[in-house]
């Protein structure tokens, strides 16, 4: 059983920056898929961002050059650098592991259903 704990969330005004953290629990966290997702209200879940074992990353179009996701293995902890925030952005932030994940491309890391193991979300809010 793999447990994800999510942080960094709050209320920041347009423009502005966030750190999410994903603190995960794991001997092998180094091996994990890992994943953040965005639900904002009367949205369904979407891909936002991802990050491989071997340290390949892909991004949702929509914060492609705002956003960036990173891996601390010594860590266990995965972030997601949020920049130039727009209200867009608001959203309950999950992140996601695949513990033993397949070798795939974008399509693989982009589908919910891929993932293991889900944290508790984060609120992400962003004021005009």
């Known amino acids: 059983q793999v447990q994800l704990v999510e942080s960094g969330g709050g209320l920041v005004q347009a423009g502005g920056s966030l750190r999410l953290s994903c603190a995960a629990s794991?001997?092998?966290?180094?091996?994990?898929?890992m994943g953040w997702f965005r639900q904002a209200p009367g949205k369904e879940r979407e891909f936002v961002a991802a990050i491989t074992w071997s340290d390949n990353t892909y991004y949702a179009d929509s914060v492609k050059g705002r956003f960036t996701i990173s891996r601390d293995n010594a860590k266990n902890t995965v972030y997601l650098q949020m920049n130039s925030l727009k209200p867009e952005d608001t959203a309950v932030y999950s992140c996601a592991a695949r513990v033993n994940p397949a070798i795939g491309g974008r399509n693989y890391y982009t589908s919910p259903g891929v993932y293991d193991y889900w944290g508790q979300g984060t609120q992400v809010t962003v004021s005009m």
């Open positions: 794991g001997r092998t966290f180094s091996n994990y898929g």
